[in-house]
């Protein structure tokens, strides 16, 4: 059988890479196949009030099934960690990363399971938010009840040529505000010291 030359074999590679998510099933499986996961991220928050957008950066962490860690390093120190149904959250104050307990770590409880959700490719049957999948590796999620709606109108999640890789998400909070988070040098599938979902150093 004759070798398939190097143009048609990169020609087949683009091919099967941009269909990973053209069905539910392969994104499924795809997502299945991510043991864990590190990215760099921008934030960028726009306001119809602002003249600029706010600009946060840092760094993400994700090891399967449930252990997040994300960390933003500028403009001021945070982190967020999720480990074995454990969720903190230390901001930097006074040049000290201070425990936060709020009440408002439930929510950002909310906003981990469901960032666990989607990398473990748990999209449909969300008790939160449909999904719908669309072309160009698009999938919007709208919320299903009214009063999530009244704070998320819904997010846009941009999957990457890159196989079980989410390359952008957009979270609309109103008609001229809305977040969006960029990730870049994402590796996916190495090993990731445990201690980094438990402790903030």
Known sequence: M?????????????????????????????????????????????????????????????????????????????????????????????????ENSGAHLQSMQIVLQEIGN????????NPVFNAAL??????????KEKAMAAFIEKIELQLSEQTGVIQAVVIYEGRDSYTKLLFENVVPNQKIDAALFRSVE
């Open 2 to 98: 004759k070798a398939l030359p190097a143009k048609a074999l990169l020609l087949l590679t683009v091919f099967f890479c941009l269909g990973w998510a053209q069905t539910w099933d392969a994104v499924r499986q795809s997502f299945g196949k991510l043991t864990s996961i590190q990215a760099e991220f921008t934030q960028e928050k726009h306001m119809a009030i602002l003249a600029r957008p706010l600009i946060s950066k840092g760094r993400f962490y994700f090891q399967a099934p449930s252990s997040l860690r994300w960390e933003y390093t500028h403009p001021v120190r945070s982190i967020l960690m999720a480990d074995e149904g454990r969720t903190k959250h230390f901001i930097q104050q006074n040049n000290r990363l201070k």
């Open 118 to 125: 989607w990398l473990n490719g748990r999209f449909e049957g």
């Open 134 to 143: 669309e072309p160009d590796r698009k999938i919007v999620l709208l919320p």
